[in-house]
């Protein structure tokens, strides 16, 4: 992609919902740099990953919310969001740039393969869309996105300017607070969750779960997006789509399939 003669078209989606907090501030940030589209799901949809509606209909309707922007809530994930602006909203005629938060919390590390922010972005970037995914280490309804805002800014105009690698997206996580250092360009440290699940009795003496856990990293790294948050910056990692684990082919071909 190169630079831009004319104003950009920019979607906007999220997997907080339409109302969510984080979502008015990537607007905002949006409208400084084109002209926004917002498809959003009606409710939450956290740690939907890259789940699809099949087997049942999808409702897609528009709202006002914000004055100056054509907005849709959308009653299905984050991903059927981006489905559905492609091809009912541009017809096919891609936008320029697609945003997806900022997600009320984290998703460095392990936390990309199950974020539906991430996944919003991800399909953006199986559309060929430059997409960008901003997400803040904050899950309360209060969290405070202000700080946030002129990394976001600067974010989109690098990538409208200068586009991104093919079947390349980016990962953008902020730490909580102000006094961001500046931005880190990382890798995705080697962490996971240790889960559990917390066993309870409802009225009837039934037994009902709540996943909990505690985050483990595993990365004693000093390039990993953990890292960089950790240190006050905001990480920015280069996701792929692509799952193919390449490094593994010549061992696989080394084995007696006949």
């Not at 209060?142 to 700080?147: E, L, V």
């Not at 989109?156 to 093919?166: D, I, N, T, Y």
């Amino acid at each position: 992609m190169t630079k831009h003669d004319k104003q950009p078209n920019i979607l906007v989606v999220n997997d907080d919902g339409i109302t969510a907090p984080g979502i008015r501030h990537l607007i905002e940030v949006a409208q400084e740099l084109g002209r926004v589209v917002v498809v959003a799901p009606d409710g939450p949809q956290s740690g939907m990953g890259h789940a699809i509606t099949i087997g049942k209909p999808l409702r897609f309707d528009k709202v006002d919310l914000y004055e100056g922007v054509e907005m849709y809530k959308c009653s299905g994930t984050p991903v059927d969001c981006v489905k559905l602006a492609v091809n009912k909203i541009f017809k096919g005629k891609k936008p320029d740039l697609c945003v997806s938060g900022i997600n009320h919390g984290l998703n460095s590390s392990i936390n990309v393969i199950y974020s539906g922010t991430m996944s919003a972005a991800v399909e953006g970037g199986i559309e060929s869309i430059p997409s960008v995914g901003f997400s803040l280490d904050d899950f309360t309804q209060q969290a405070d996105f202000s700080h946030c805002r002129k990394f976001v800014k600067l974010v989109c105009e690098q990538v409208l300017e200068h586009g991104l690698p093919e079947r390349t997206l980016l990962n953008v996580n902020f730490p909580k607070g102000a006094g961001i250092k500046g931005l880190k360009v990382c890798r995705q440290a080697n962490a996971k969750w240790a889960e559990e699940f917390d066993e309870r009795k409802d009225p009837y003496e039934r037994p009902y779960y709540w996943l909990t856990g505690v985050f483990q990293n595993l990365d004693k790294g000093e390039d990993t997006d953990v890292w960089a948050l950790d240190h006050g910056f905001a990480s920015v990692v280069p996701v792929q789509f692509d799952l193919t684990a390449h490094h593994a082919i010549p061992i696989l071909n080394s084995w007696n399939f006949s």
